[in-house]
C-alpha cells in the first residue's frame, strides 16, 4: 500500500480554518485520497474523498495537488467537536479494496 | 437507522484466556470489517467477511479468527490472550466490499 505522511499534531482556534496537510509521493493513478477522523471514544468516521478534482461537503473540502503527491483537508471553521485525530488514506478500489490501511493521523487540538 | 453495534463496550480478560466479541451491521449491509487499534495507533486490519465468506486477511496470528452469520452479524474471536491483545477492537460494515461505516468499539483489558 502506498504511504501517508502526516504531522503528529497541529492546534487551531475555534471558528478559524485548518489546513490539514498529507503527502503521499507514491501514489498510483488508481488511488483515491480519502480522509477519515476519530473523536476521542469513538471509531473513525468518514470525512471525505477525492481522485483528482478538489471536493467540497458538508463537513470540509480536499484540495488535491496537480501531480496528486500531496493533499490538504481544510476545516473551514474549526469547532471544538472537530477536535478529533485525522487520518489520510490511500485506497485503490480495485484490488485490495477491502482494507483501510491507517497510519497514525494527525492530532487536532482546537482552542476556544 | 442504527448504526454499526459492537458489545461488550469494555472487558477485562486474564492472559490465557479466550474472548468473543460481536457486531451487528448496519440494516442492508452485507461485509463486516475488524480492525484493532492500540492505543497511540492507528487502526490495523484483522479481517474483511462479505456474504459470509472471508475475504480479506490481515497480519495476524492465527489466534485470530472470525465468522459471519446469515443475519451479516459477525464475531471476531480471540483465543490464548496475551497482554498484547489490549486494544480497542473496531467493527465496519458496508454494503459492499468498501470501507464502510465503524462502530464505536470494544475495548479489551488483558491483565
Known amino acids: 500500500d502506498a504511504k501517508t505522511t502526516q504531522p503528529n499534531s497541529m492546534e487551531s482556534n475555534e471558528e478559524e480554518p485548518v489546513h490539514l496537510p498529507c503527502n503521499h509521493s507514491?501514489?498510483?493513478?488508481?488511488?483515491?485520497i480519502h480522509w477519515y477522523r476519530q473523536l476521542p471514544s469513538q471509531g473513525p468516521e468518514y470525512v471525505i474523498h477525492?481522485?483528482?478534482s478538489n471536493v467540497n461537503n458538508r463537513m470540509a473540502s480536499l484540495a488535491i495537488a496537480e501531480d496528486r503527491k500531496s493533499s490538504t483537508l481544510i476545516l473551514h471553521r474549526a469547532t471544538l467537536r472537530d477536535a478529533a485525530v485525522y487520518y489520510c488514506?490511500?485506497?485503490?478500489?480495485?484490488?485490495?479494496?477491502?482494507?483501510?490501511?491507517f497510519g497514525k493521523g494527525t492530532l487536532l487540538t482546537v482552542n476556544p | 437507522d442504527a448504526g454499526v453495534t459492537q458489545s461488550p463496550t469494555h472487558l477485562i480478560k486474564t492472559r490465557g484466556q479466550h474472548v468473543t466479541l460481536r457486531c451487528s451491521p448496519i440494516?442492508?449491509?452485507?461485509?463486516v470489517s475488524w480492525y484493532q487499534q492500540v492505543l497511540g495507533q492507528g487502526p490495523q486490519f484483522i479481517f474483511q467477511?462479505?456474504?459470509?465468506?472471508?475475504?480479506g486477511r490481515g497480519n495476524f496470528p492465527d489466534r485470530f479468527s472470525a465468522r459471519q452469520f446469515p443475519n451479516y452479524s459477525s464475531e471476531l474471536n480471540v483465543n490464548a490472550l496475551l497482554l498484547g491483545d489490549s486494544a480497542l477492537y473496531l467493527c465496519?460494515?458496508?454494503?459492499?466490499?468498501?470501507?464502510?461505516?465503524f462502530g464505536s468499539g470494544t475495548r479489551l483489558t488483558v491483565v
Open positions: 488514506i490511500l485506497r485503490d478500489p480495485g484490488g485490495s479494496n477491502y482494507k483501510l490501511t
Open positions: 477525492g481522485l483528482t
Open positions: 465496519a460494515s458496508s454494503r459492499g466490499q468498501g470501507a464502510g461505516t
Open positions: 467477511y462479505y456474504e459470509k465468506e472471508e475475504r
Open positions: 440494516s442492508g449491509h452485507k461485509s
Open positions: 507514491t501514489i498510483s493513478g488508481t488511488d483515491y
